[in-house]
């Protein structure tokens, strides 16, 4: 099945409110070899340090959940100087499925998204996501300890 | 030498009591005379024990349907004799004819249909021997054929040395079921409804035997769970369908309750992968009942059915069912499940943990959910009232004696209290017996709110943030073409 006008016209319109609102460092992108889209950029932390977050869209898209992985460094290491990856699921490091060594950010939980919430807000709490984590490298401590559970509201 | 004034009395309170009904004598048991007299009604007869219609429910009882009789009337003048498989229950007490329900005994006999004086074979120890009557076909152990001729059943069991003859009933299903419900909903007023059960754990299951008993016609259900051995203390399956997909044990169900019903079980899952097949049930349902418990269910459900402008009643129950929320959405006058979501957060993310499928969804791997399922008790009331709600609706358009709670059913939104929570917004309810006016555990209330205009399922979501920005959504740029594919 492929994508529906309302889809792309969503995802287009995704585009324009990250460029209008000061997330133009992000986009979302179409890949036409097999008409599939993803959004992702180069988020730059508060200290100058800069990962690489990809969204690969998934066919439900809106009602789907989008997962958002970094790509960038490759391994994302922790305090420990273990994969972040090798988490899997975690509560502490807010982490959920990771793919082929990226952690995937655990921005909403499938039973929490709705297709209410922008991209804008998913590569906000990437953005929250990096800085806690930079938080962790500092300090040892977990990410759940410098962002609390993920709000319910978009 | 017998009494011929005493045994017509004896005639007559034997037939009262076989008819269950008061007569002008009644029947005694005379300790001084060690038998049994019959004496006047109101007489008081000393040393006498009465004789009750229990006391004389003695005999067996062999329950033949009508409609498979009817159906096999000619082959059973053509040949003269037709078997029929009995379920036998209760060490015998009670023989119902196989055909009459899709749950039968352990223990079949076989018995033959014999028309008139037809020989029985050699051995055949069970026969149920027809006969013209003139009798009224409304007598119990009368059928009215297909020929016109009104013929009384009698069943023999046995050799000629032990013989007993249990009673035998017809049973005219579809009749019998429609009398029952005659005054509160005519007979085929549902008959050609469909309605989609999409999860059919205790809520939606329970519903979808109500249904069926109030007469819908036809069901299709949707749920790729099997019932498990913890599911019964909810589920109305029990223990002996343990294993079997709960679509197909609440198929059976249903046709317990209503035999013509048409059923068909999708043992599927509801996920964005198979929405082409769930779309394809949603197009052939009147009303959709959705019984899953967790949100992306729900609002999967919720697009296809605005998109199908198909009405749909949300049930759940919250955690460990101390209370529970319906909501009926009926696309473009209410608001919908999208727009419940976004009004009330909280309220729509309290949901019950009723399997560790539902556990794992938002678990993780460093900080496990419990299995919290609340009592079949606390599940029932709000699947009652997603019942009601459903029937509404499958009502919309006709005349009945319901439409009049068109008026009090007005709310999208229906919430429902157990108990007072510790930690909930709820806790501080007053007791029952202490409130006027304040809201209490254990009543319904119907709750309004506004539909969302935005809202991105129902409402003009994408038109409103294209308009935001001073965008015309018709012709939007395309978005930025990627030169190598990432992951």
């Given at each position: 099945m492929g994508w529906t006008l309302e889809q792309r016209q969503r995802l287009a319109l995704e585009h324009q409110v990250l460029q209008r609102e000061g997330f133009d460092q992000?986009?979302?992108?179409?890949?036409a070899a097999d008409d599939s889209y993803s959004a992702g950029g180069l988020a730059t932390a508060n200290s100058g340090y800069q990962y690489r977050l990809w969204i690969p869209i998934p066919s439900g898209y809106p009602h789907q959940r989008p997962p958002m992985y970094i790509t960038s460094p490759d391994p994302l290491l922790m305090f420990d100087m273990k994969p972040v990856s090798s988490l899997g699921v975690s509560h502490q490091m807010h982490t959920l499925i990771p793919l082929a060594g990226w952690p995937q950010i655990c921005h909403w939980r499938d039973t929490r998204w709705h297709s209410g919430i922008l991209l804008q807000k998913v590569f906000l709490k990437g953005l929250l996501w990096i800085e806690a984590y930079e938080q962790h490298l500092t300090t040892g401590r977990s990410i759940a300890d410098f962002v609390s559970t993920m709000a319910e509201r978009a | 030498m017998s009494d011929p004034q005493q045994q017509q009395m004896i005639r007559e309170a034997m037939k009262s009591i076989a008819e269950r009904k008061p007569g002008r004598t009644k029947l005694v048991y005379d300790k001084t005379k060690r038998t049994i007299v019959a004496v006047a009604e109101g007489v008081q007869a000393p040393r006498a024990l009465n004789i009750t219609a229990?006391?004389?429910?003695?005999?067996?009882?062999?329950?033949l349907s009508s409609a498979w009789l009817r159906d096999n009337w000619a082959l059973l003048k053509q040949d003269g004799r037709i078997p029929a498989s009995l379920s036998s229950w209760d060490d015998g007490d009670a023989m119902t004819h196989s055909v009459l329900g899709v749950q039968p005994s352990p223990h079949i006999e076989s018995s033959l249909i014999l028309f008139t004086e037809t020989t029985p074979p050699a051995g055949q120890d069970l026969r149920i021997i027809l006969t013209p009557t003139a009798d009224s076909p409304d007598r119990p152990g009368t059928f009215a054929a297909p020929d016109g001729q009104t013929y009384r059943a009698v069943c023999v069991r046995g050799t000629n040395n032990a013989e007993e003859k249990p009673e035998v009933y017809f049973a005219d299903i579809q009749p019998e079921l429609a009398t029952r419900r005659s005054g509160i909903l005519e007979s085929a007023i549902l008959q050609d409804k469909c309605v989609l059960v999409i999860g059919v754990g205790t809520g939606g299951a329970h519903a979808a035997v109500e249904l069926a008993k109030c007469g819908v016609g036809r069901?299709?259900?949707?749920?790729?769970?099997?019932l498990g051995v913890g599911n019964v203390v909810r589920h109305p399956g029990s223990i002996s369908q343990v294993g079997r997909y709960k679509v197909n044990v609440v198929q059976d169900l249903i046709h317990e309750k209503n035999p013509a019903a048409q059923v068909a079980a999708h043992a599927l899952t509801v996920s964005h992968?198979?929405?082409?097949?769930i779309r394809v049930l949603i197009a052939q349902a009147d009303v959709v009942i959705c019984g899953t418990d967790n949100r992306p269910?729900?609002?999967?459900?919720n697009q296809m059915c605005i998109e199908q402008k198909k009405p749909a009643i949300y049930g759940g129950a919250f955690r460990r069912a101390y209370g529970g929320q319906v909501l009926r959405v009926r696309p473009g006058e209410s608001p919908c499940q999208q727009c419940f979501v976004s009004a009330m957060p909280e309220a729509a993310a309290d949901e019950e943990v009723s399997t560790s499928a539902d556990a794992d969804e938002i678990a993780y791997s460093d900080r496990p959910v419990a299995v919290e399922p609340g009592l079949s008790l606390d599940v029932l009331p709000i699947a009652n009232m997603l019942t009601k709600l459903a029937l509404l609706d499958l009502l919309a358009g006709k005349e009945s004696s319901l439409s009049m709670l068109e008026r009090d059913f007005d709310a999208p939104w229906y919430l429902w209290l157990n108990r007072p929570e510790p930690g909930t917004q709820y806790a501080s309810w007053p007791p029952l017996s202490e409130s006027s006016d304040e809201m209490t555990i254990h009543r319904w209330y119907g709750i309004y709110f506004e539909r969302d205009p935005d809202c991105p399922a129902c409402g003009n979501f994408l038109?409103?943030?294209?308009?935001?920005?001073?965008?015309?959504?018709?012709?939007l740029e395309e978005v930025p073409a990627l030169p190598g594919k990432e992951g």
């Open positions: 992000f986009g979302v992108y179409h890949y | 229990d006391d004389a429910d003695m005999f067996a009882v062999v329950t069901f299709i259900l949707v749920d790729r769970d099997r992968e198979s929405c082409e097949q269910s729900k609002l999967l459900i038109g409103s943030l294209a308009a935001h920005y001073g965008l015309d959504l018709g012709s």
